[in-house]
């Protein structure tokens, strides 16, 4: 009983991966990177980025050169022999309070960049996921895979160009003229 149960599993299997064998599926690759440099919300995402990445270094910045001021005033000596105890203790308090502050954005700095880029890449997944089911259906593709995951593909299977046009088509129906994430707002909020 047993082996007519595994001779019958055995042929079954083997007409069903035969049968499968003479249907090639119809694949598309699609370059991730590309739709992210080359595409409408791509483009718009990465100028997000580099507005938040710019808000942060100015207040980095700003706290840097703060704390270069006072420290040249640590080593003057004739300054400090001008200041009062009291003074002197009050710029040291004012020197820590900055490298705190420092190193306080610079924790939040890539924290935010790096909570940033994440929510880029899953907004972008997700621009490209939508993307390639309609270049897919429009084409009878079976699978659309990442390029990243290949290492060979042929250059007439690549549809990297047909999915950031519809990605683009998708931006500008969806009139993209608003910030792409929060990412503004939430270094407001810190």
Known sequence: MLKSFLSTTTLLSMMIGSSFANESPLIGVVN????????KTGKKEQENMEN??????????????ELREISA??????YLD??????????????????????RYQQQFYQVLNHANYQ?????SAQIAAASEKIA????LDYVI???ACFYVRSDLDVTSLIIQEMDK?????????PGSDNQAEVRAK
């Open 32 to 39: 991730f990177s590309s739709c992210v440099t080359e595409s």
């Open 52 to 65: 938040l990445r710019h808000q942060m270094s100015s207040l980095m910045e700003n706290s840097e050169k």
């Open 73 to 78: 005033k640590f080593e003057d000596t004739e």
């Open 82 to 103: 001008s200041l009062s105890p009291k003074a002197e203790e009050d710029l040291k308090t004012k020197y820590q309070a900055l490298q705190e502050d420092l190193n």
């Open 120 to 124: 880029l890449v899953h907004k972008m």
């Open 137 to 140: 259906a429009e084409n009878h």
């Open 146 to 148: 990442n390029r990243e």
């Open 170 to 178: 998708t931006f500008d129906l969806d009139g993209q003229d608003k």
